[in-house]
């Protein structure tokens, strides 16, 4: 009697095979769609077999009879999240799965005949629990996954298999209210469950109006250790209790009971411990037994002690409500999760150095935020990627809705994290879609940003987007609608149900963009002349790579970037920095006829807005700021002069010339240079793109010679950034402020830098007005006196 | 199916077991719709014979009694 581990196909192919690997079994049975994953995850050592193949060979052998099977006998593992980093598996017997599928069945009020809409993965307790109860009581299953198919074509179907019963977990139920129409009603649905996490009277209330009067919905409270543990019914009229609903009263064969901190009972009414004494529960922990000694305990007359981990309280009539949990281990859309095996899938990527993950709770329902700090070693990860790491390797409700990107952890006196001084993320509501177009982009969304559910009040950026995201999904929504987006549709829309709309807009219109300019914010202060902060995008780099310092500037700035020629929409790429710049400068006068401006520039960008920054000077207008974000002075004309001094001076003391390019730099060189002519006129895939225009940028700095700027700057360097100290000296002669970041080259303008960044704009800026405002007004006339 | 409602008479021992619960089922409604998925479904009949022709060809791998079968479909 081999025990059986049902692994889910919808669970990434890692973890699936570490849970293999768990549990030591060496066959699989696959049906042929997951044979492929089935033969992945089993790697050398397991076989494989073919549910369709085996079913085809069918002999008409004997029967299968086992003699006196016994019921201590381990039948099914389920895998459950660990705090060790991995997954557990709790061990069900025999006895425990024929019990609780015949006192499930009784408790959900199933019975012969009733047509069972099943949703729930059966690899967890209560999808195993759902089937075995069925099939005990002559029901039919009905199985549907609705993470694959979605909620409105699992409701659809719901309804055309005219199902009867229909168990949930709240998270599901809820989402499945949202996809509901006004009116629409499942009337033959006798029972609906809910169990896994709390559920709300709200969530009651909002799912009656789609159900019969005689619709029953069932609280069911369990957990992989405990089996089913308590029930509770609402009959269509019965009133609901305020909050939560309690968990309810114990299952058949289970004693629930609430204990102090010395495992003594406390009075109704008073909150405690909850446990569980029963001869059924789970069996322990596989091949843990000192996991399983810390939870189960065998009493005296043969029952044992369950410690459930919950905080509960019992009411005189024996009805436990729920009130939180007492350890680590929290529940996330039903599903219990161990901080600790996120923080550990985390540390495992290169790109960071530091993660917690804690579970925030509000009405008793738990998400999950990651406190992330990126490693230095390597390129700073975007949110989007980070999510999409970790979703590759664990289930996606162990995905953490909200990661946040850190410079450092705050820690206290003994060094530990501490947790209270970690910023708050406030919860995010998913606003259900509209229209086709809305879903169509959603489904873009999903995939790009690697989440479950984003709604139409969601911003791409908030959800963790970056700028290479942002490219990556403008091109997926143009491949999949056949509309080209512009990165201006997006900048001025970047909340889902708006930029459906610009979408919708521009199909309808079929125009087509092609800009240099992208307006990232209207400032509130647009009309009257508020501060427009003007940035400057580097080769190669698309003008959204100034986004996330626009949401951190005040709102009454306007922020507009410029981005080379040609990048998007086809157009003849400029090929001397000194146009560029001359045209920028004409752009700015037009919209910021006297300034003062704020000039912004990465990269070459940074190279360019020094020569604007001069330009516009020269035409009477007003400069206050110039930003420069990681210039390579030294790749321009000027250092090459340098160089050469140096090289000259080198080779006159006999020493090998220390900055010597290899020939094979020179070849890789000479490849892209071959393509370059092309660039902008042809267009090429996103990142060879990216590629052209930044070897483009490379070569037109490369013979552009800056002069010095003596304004007001503020300069930044990563550690890629090989210009000796002294030519940025000879660049900036007036009053400037540098700040070295341990960063690479493209990570500068993204979190955590530029929240620096643009906190260093700000004072600057303070500074700048609160001179202005202290210092004697100097009219003409005084100037003259004088 | 009538089960004690008190927690201290209810126990394993008093229940049989799953296969014999099922099994009852099948006498009892062999014809009846037991699963259907997608395109394909099996009466409880059906799915007494094919689950046992799964079983039989795992017992026939001849690996140890303890030892787990994953499923994966």
Redesign the interface.
């Known amino acids: 009697m081999r025990p059986v581990v049902v692994l889910d196909p919808a669970m990434p192919v890692d973890r699936l095979a570490t849970i293999l690997e768990l549990s030591g079994a060496t066959t699989v049975l696959a049906d042929r769609a997951n044979e492929v994953v089935g033969r992945d995850i089993g790697r050398a050592h397991s076989t494989v077999l073919l549910v369709e193949e085996m079913l085809a060979e069918r002999s008409d052998s004997v029967a299968v009879e086992v003699s006196a099977p016994d019921p201590a006998w381990a039948a099914a593992i389920l895998f459950t999240s660990g705090s060790s980093g991995r997954p557990k598996g709790v061990v069900w017997s025999r006895g425990l799965i024929a019990f609780d599928a015949m006192a499930t069945a009784e408790r959900l009020h199933l019975r012969t005949g009733d047509r069972v809409a099943m949703p729930l993965p059966i690899s967890f307790a209560a999808g195993l629990l759902v089937v075995v109860a069925a099939l005990v009581s002559g029901a039919s299953l009905h199985l549907r996954d609705p993470r694959r198919v979605g909620s409105r074509d699992f409701l659809r179907w719901t309804a055309s298999e005219r199902a009867t019963l229909l168990p949930t977990t709240p998270s599901l139920l809820r989402g499945l209210v949202r996809a509901m129409e006004e009116g629409e009603v499942l009337a033959d649905l006798r029972v609906v469950s809910a169990c896994g996490e709390p559920l709300f009277s709200r969530d009651v209330n909002s799912v009656r109006p789609h159900l019969s009067r005689d619709c029953l919905i069932v609280g069911w409270f369990g957990s992989s250790e405990g089996g089913s543990l308590a029930f509770i019914d609402y009959a269509g009229n019965d009133e609901l209790p305020d909050g939560a609903i309690p968990a309810g009263t114990a299952n058949l064969g289970r004693t629930l009971a609430v204990w102090d901190g010395d495992d003594k009972p406390v009075a109704s009414g008073t909150a405690g411990s909850v446990v569980v004494i029963s001869r059924i529960t789970a069996s322990g922990y596989w091949r843990d037994p000192a996991r399983t000694n810390e939870r189960f305990t065998a009493l005296a007359d043969g029952t044992t002690l369950l410690r459930t981990g919950d905080i509960g309280q019992l009411d005189d009539s024996g009805c436990l409500r729920l009130l939180g949990r007492s350890e680590a281990a929290i529940k996330i859309g039903g599903y219990f999760v161990d901080p600790s095996e996120i923080e550990a899938a985390l540390l495992a990527l290169d790109s960071v150095a530091e993660a917690v993950v804690v579970a925030v709770t509000e009405d008793l329902a738990a998400r999950l935020v990651a406190y992330v700090v990126p490693a230095q070693g390597s390129r700073t990860p975007s949110v989007a990627q980070l999510r999409a790491s970790i979703a590759a390797k664990l289930p996606g409700w162990m995905v953490p809705t909200h990661i946040v990107l850190l410079p450092t952890l705050p820690r206290n006196e003994r060094g530990k994290v501490d947790r209270a001084q970690l910023p708050h993320v406030s919860a995010r509501q998913v606003e259900p879609l509209l229209t086709v177009m809305e879903e169509e982009i959603a489904s873009v969304w999903r995939g790009v940003l690697a989440m479950d559910e984003v709604g139409r009040f969601d911003d791409f950026l908030s959800l963790g987007g970056d700028s290479l995201a942002v490219e990556e999904m403008l091109i997926r929504v143009e491949a999949l609608t056949g509309v080209a987006v512009s990165t201006s549709d997006f900048t001025e829309a970047p909340v889902l149900g708006e930029f459906a709309q610009r979408v919708e807009a521009a199909r309808d219109s079929g125009r087509r963009t092609s800009t240099v300019t992208v307006t990232l914010r209207h400032g509130d202060g647009h009309n009257d002349g508020g501060p427009a902060v003007i940035c400057i995008a580097g080769a190669g780099e698309s003008a959204i790579a100034f986004l996330p310092l626009a949401a951190l500037l005040p709102e009454s700035f306007s922020v507009v970037a410029f981005q080379a020629r040609g990048f998007e929409g086809r157009a003849v790429a400029e090929w001397s920095l000194e146009r560029m710049a001359r045209r920028r400068a004409r752009s700015i006068r037009q919209l910021q006829p006297a300034g003062p401006h704020i000039l912004v520039g990465h990269s070459m960008g940074a190279i360019l807005a020094v020569r604007i920054a001069q330009l516009l000077e020269s035409d009477g207008a007003e400069v206050s700021l110039v930003v420069l974000i990681d210039p390579f002075v030294n790749e321009t004309a000027v250092g090459r002069s340098r160089r050469a001094r140096r090289r000259r001076q080198e080779r006159s003391r006999g020493e090998r010339p220390s900055d010597e390019v290899g020939w094979r730099a020179l070849l890789l060189k000479a490849k892209v240079t071959l393509v370059l002519p092309f660039a902008g006129v042809l267009q090429f895939r996103p990142g060879r793109q990216q590629v052209l225009f930044f070897h483009q940028g490379t070569l037109i700095s490369h013979w552009h010679r800056p002069t010095p700027w003596a304004g007001r700057t503020l300069a930044y360097r990563t550690r890629d950034n090989m210009d000796p100290i002294g030519v940025w000296e000879w660049l900036l002669p007036g009053e400037h402020q540098v700040r070295d970041f341990a960063c690479d080259h493209h990570s500068v303008v993204r979190d955590p830098y530029i929240g620096v960044i643009a906190a260093d704009i700000l004072d600057e800026l303070a500074m700048i007005a609160g001179n202005s405002a202290s210092a004697p007004t100097r009219s003409p006339s005084s100037g003259a006196a004088s | ?1 009538h ?3 008190s ?1 201290s008479e ?4 008093g ?5 014999e ?2 099994r ?2 099948v006498r ?2 062999a014809d ?6 997608g395109t394909r479904s099996l009466s ?1 009949g059906q ?1 007494d014979e ?1 689950s ?8 026939a ?1 001849g ?1 140890p ?9």
Not at chain 2, 32 to 37: D, I, P, Y
Not at chain 2, 52 to 59: C, F, P, S
Not at chain 2, 65 to 73: E, F, K, Y
Request: with cysteine.
């Open positions: 199916m089960l004690s409602s927690p209810a126990g394993l021992d229940v049989p077991a799953f296969e619960l099922f009852r089922v009892a409604h009846a719709l037991a699963v259907a998925s409880y799915l094919e046992a022709v799964l079983a039989r060809a795992v017992m791998l690996c009694h303890d030892q787990p079968v994953a499923v994966l479909t």
